[in-house]
T-cell receptor, first 110, second 112 residues
Framework: GIQVEQSPPDLILQEGANSTLRCNFS?????LQWFHQNPWGQLINLFY???GTKQNGRLSATTVATERYSLLYISSSQTTDSGVYFC????????????FGSGTRLSIRP | NAGVTQTPKFRVLKTGQSMTLLCAQD?????MYWYRQDPGMGLRLIHY???????AKGEVPDGYNVSRLKKQNFLLGLESAAPSQTSVYFC???????????FGDGTRLSIL
């Protein structure tokens, strides 16, 4: 089945810094989502981005489907950005069975 | 608009006990899903439903059963709980198979 790999696994930054999180997937996908799991465990939708680029405030995401990767950019980090960021892919070969990566744990220091 | 609501939020069971987790969504979504999240890992799909009266197996279905008698509700059952089923369980829903999934806040389940 499809493999979804995220890097780096952990990232510690000072408030105000920028960061790039990467998600690689081993097979063609129908869609790609990015989620933020906050310190209380809630999963929050960030982007639904099967291809192209989207922006929402300080966050933006780019998926290059032909090269099988997606990037999440966070600019001017704030302490509230801390948590775990997951990407999840829906492969062409398995309708409805979305596969999650293992996440990037981001810690923003004040 | 509550979105996706999971009941209960926390539960402690003894090995061998049974229980049912309830997921309710008010967005009229066709698709619903149950996931488990273990420490340091992403979510893994247990079962899912593509509409009222239908269910299908996900990545880790063993030891669980599900039912979707009403479109807005998706139930996850543990018939004989085992310590390996200690986890955080998330429910999600989506309008269609290739649409964004919306998640509940999770149920933290401990099996002693």
């Amino acid at each position: 089945g499809i493999q979804v790999e995220q890097s780096p696994p952990d990232l510690i930054l000072q408030e105000g810094a920028n960061s790039t999180l990467r998600c690689n997937f081993s097979d063609s996908v129908n869609n790609l989502q990015w989620f933020h799991q906050n310190p209380w465990g809630q999963l929050i939708n960030l982007f639904y981005i099967p291809s192209g680029t989207k922006q929402n405030g300080r966050l933006s995401a780019t998926t290059v489907a032909t090269e099988r990767y997606s990037l999440l950019y966070i600019s001017s980090s704030q302490t509230t950005d801390s948590g775990v960021y997951f990407c999840a892919a829906l492969p062409y070969s398995s309708a409805s069975k979305i596969i999650f990566g293992s996440g990037t744990r981001l810690s923003i220091r004040p | 608009n509550a979105g996706v609501t999971q009941t209960p939020k926390f539960r402690v069971l003894k090995t061998g006990q049974s229980m049912t987790l309830l997921c309710a969504q008010d967005m009229n979504h066709e698709y619903m899903y149950w996931y488990r999240q273990d420490p340091g890992m992403g979510l893994r799909l247990i079962h899912y439903s593509v509409g009222e009266g239908t269910t299908a197996k996900g990545e880790v279905p063993d030891g669980y059963n599900v039912s979707r008698l009403k479109k807005q509700n998706f139930l996850l059952g543990l018939e004989s709980a085992a310590p390996s089923q200690t986890s955080v369980y998330f429910c999600a829903s989506s309008p269609g198979w290739n649409q964004p999934q919306h998640f509940g806040d999770g149920t933290r389940l401990s099996i002693l």
